[in-house]
């Protein structure tokens, strides 16, 4: 018998308990069982990987055991977690359970659902979107649903599922006992919970925006050509399951390629994904048939698997809250962890805002690619006094590029060093590049010159990144540069520069205007 026997759980979970290794409760799960077995609401709060999803689980599957009616509805704000939380329950029910369940998500065929739905459930488990469209098709009815779970409320409410929410609510009847559980407890969530939750019991495991003392940080400071580089050479010296972050789907998808050809193994998760390649992936993740896995913000939102060791923050996160999520993907269930983060100069507003939010005594171990330097202690107070990452001066190359976003300015200029060479020895020298003016290309390719990845995909996410390009735009003021007393000058010169790269890098020749970048 394990120690959750004290909660004098059925034969059933007792035995599926001892087969999955679950021997002590965690501290979220020691304090919301014995309460929601009372029948008690709860208003709980804990960090990501602390059994959270087995805190309301356990009590809710012995609850349902001990009586022949009641339904279980628990809303998830992504796939991926309601299918993990499923296989949870799954493995608690074991497989000659009489009690069925059905899992209401979007990216799934609605005959598979309705087939499921026709057994007559007990347990649904779905997305608040799939959910409200079964109860407008009249498919689904909740009139017996005694148990209501919101887990990740807070996700769900950024995701902009109130309005369902609170129409998924008003089927479910008056006398429910409700269970909310959020990452953070801001006001909005303290709002849902006064409205649906009766005389709540709070419950909070760690504080809010810190990371777990199972996890090591260490940030690793570099320009943006030179992410992909340290990239492969870390995964060539880590062990274990990695999950590697990124800002875009396109950007998983880049990134995957780019380690392919390095003879890396990877595959991309995002939300363009259809949901039967998305379940492949995830399911051949978990199985540790691949060990390295890059995902989006979205796309990661959830995932609990259990032997990530590492994680990396390729791309720092749009909001700095997002960081504290996205390390807890690794050291789950009081396992240890390792959160990489690369920091180049156009993530320092970032990085500063992010620290903001972490826990200021927090030692974080910063390495430094040069050979002729050791690793150093990284300490987040540091950057809290301005104190900027150690970059290379070139205040000829970030001034050409003003009007356009850092990191396609990086990438641009960085990889093709022989034209920037070129054209720096001509400044020196005071002589423009013997270029024809062109108005008309000119402004061609200052259109080419936003994100390829924002132009693919989703319009939300066009307006996101833009936005994002407009902030860091905004930081230019903070770098230093070269005066010149004659403005039109410095603009030609900015105009005739890129022309020069553009055309060495693509080999074409642009005296005719018919000719347009490829």
């Known amino acids: 018998m394990t120690l959750f026997s004290k909660y ?70 992504t796939r991926e977690l309601a299918k993990q939380v499923l296989d949870v329950i799954n493995s608690l029910l074991g497989f000659k359970s009489s009690i069925n369940t059905a899992t209401l998500i979007g990216g799934e065929s609605m005959s598979k659902q309705l087939s499921q739905l026709k057994k007559r459930p007990r347990i649904y488990v779905g ?98 050509d030179e992410k992909l580089d340290e990239l492969i050479n870390q995964i060539n010296t880590r062990n274990g399951s990695i999950l590697i972050f990124v800002k875009t789907k396109y950007g998983t998808e880049k990134l995957s390629k780019a380690l392919s050809r390095s003879k890396i193994k990877s595959f991309p998760l995002h939300g363009g994904l259809r949901q039967s390649k998305r379940n492949t992936i995830m399911k051949n993740f978990r199985d540790m048939k691949f060990r390295i896995l890059i995902a989006t913000d979205v796309a990661a939102r959830g995932i609990d698997v259990p032997h990530i060791e590492h994680v990396i923050n390729y791309d720092l996160p749009q909001m700095a809250e997002d960081f504290i999520h996205r390390i807890g993907r690794t050291a789950r269930a009081g396992s240890k962890g390792i959160a990489l983060s690369f920091v180049t100069k156009g993530d320092f507003s970032k990085w500063k805002e992010i620290q903001k939010i972490l826990n200021p005594e927090k030692q974080i171990k910063s390495q430094h690619k040069s050979k002729n330097k050791s690793p150093k202690q990284f300490n987040g107070k540091k950057i809290k006094d301005n104190k900027r990452p150690t970059f290379k001066k070139k205040p000829d190359y970030k001034k050409s590029f003003s009007k356009k976003s850092s990191d396609q300015s990086e990438k641009n200029y960085s990889n093709d060093k022989r034209s920037r060479k070129s054209y720096s020895d001509k400044r020196e020298d005071n002589k423009r590049p013997t270029f024809k003016k062109k108005p008309d290309y000119k402004k061609s390719f200052s259109k080419k010159s936003s994100d390829q990845s924002e132009k693919n995909y989703s319009k939300d996410k066009f307006k996101k990144n833009n936005k994002q390009d407009d902030f860091n735009s905004n930081t230019k003021v903070s770098f230093s540069r070269k005066k010149t007393n004659n403005k039109s000058s410095v603009k030609k010169k900015s105009s005739n520069r890129g022309q020069k790269n553009f055309s060495k890098a693509n080999s074409q020749n642009f005296n005719s205007p018919r000719k347009r970048r490829k």
């Open 127 to 224: 997305t608040p979107g799939r959910i409200n469209d079964h109860l407008q098709r009249g498919t689904l009815n909740l009139h017996d649903a005694k148990y209501l779970v919101l887990d990740e409320t807070d996700r769900m409410l950024d995701m902009g599922f109130e309005v369902q929410i609170n129409k998924i609510i008003k089927f479910l009847p008056v006398s429910k006992q409700v269970l909310m559980f959020s990452a953070t407890i801001p006001n909005n969530i303290l709002k849902l919970s006064s409205k649906y939750l009766n005389d709540p019991v709070r419950i909070s495991v760690g504080e809010s925006n810190t990371v777990a003392k199972n996890i090591k940080q260490e940030i690793i400071e570099l320009k943006s």
């Open 8 to 77: 004098n759980l059925n034969e059933v979970l007792n035995k599926s308990l001892k087969n999955i290794n679950f021997t002590n409760p965690t501290p979220i799960q020691e304090k919301s069982i014995p309460l929601i077995l009372q029948g008690k609401d709860i208003l709980g709060s804990a960090q990501t990987g602390t059994g959270k999803t087995a805190a309301f689980c356990i009590p809710l599957l012995e609850l349902l055991m001990k009586s022949s009616r009641g339904s279980l509805l628990i809303m998830i704000p």
